[in-house]
């Protein structure tokens, strides 16, 4: 979900209903100056704060507010330095933040966002997108990081034009016993049971936006605590 969206006080509720329907993880996104992974419906939720003023500041300060395990998420062309972004997050509650764009930018990244973790006692978490190269999904993993989180499809919200189990199986084999998550794109139960037994996780975003700009708010609130339940039996079946 992304910080404020659709409005703070709709999301600190949508924070409560995700986590009572069973979300184990609220992975809450800062507004960014560029999105490169995103989806329409993720850079809508981006506009829809950004259209209340709310900028990485304002969402930092939400984010202190949910009472959840939660890590946050934002690119690097927000961050800023990174040491002193930690400490943010650090502030917050959460665990840590989830910084997507450091794998594109190259391996002196990922070591400084390693070290920032360190420097403040944050776990370390990495995305890799489907078509990373290996021997950047493998530094990753060698920070040991609490999870590695593949992006099956090219923006969140799209469905894989390349069979997700083949890229699931190769990251796979690169992080070894690290655990695996994965996104893009996973908008319904039977997509989501083709990968649970690939993987150790599933995440869910652009959905949960989709079901919240198609439905009057309480409709809404109902069908997005329903979604999360039936993933959370999925998930569950096969644990």
Known sequence: MT???PTPDAFMEYCDILKSSGADILELGIPPKIAIYDGTSIRLSYWRVKEQ???KGMALDI?????????LLCYLNTAGQLTEFMHSVAETGASSALIPDLGMVGPSALDEYAKACDT?????LFFASYNYPDNTIKIMASYNPVFVYIGISSVTGEVAYIDPAKSITRVRGLVGNTSLVAG?????????????????????????????E??????????????????KSVLESVS
């Open 3 to 5: 910080l404020g969206y």
């Open 53 to 55: 003023g709310i900028d």
């Open 63 to 71: 984010a202190k507010n949910v009472n959840a395990t939660k890590i």
């Open 120 to 124: 403040v006692n944050l776990e370390k």
């Open 184 to 212: 893009f794109g996973i908008r319904d139960l039977s997509y989501a049971k083709t990968l649970v037994g690939m993987v150790d996780g599933i995440v869910v975003g652009s959905e949960l936006v989709n079901i919240i």
């Open 214 to 231: 198609d439905n009057t708010a309480s409709v809404a609130k109902k069908k997005v605590s329903d979604f999360v339940t039936s993933l």
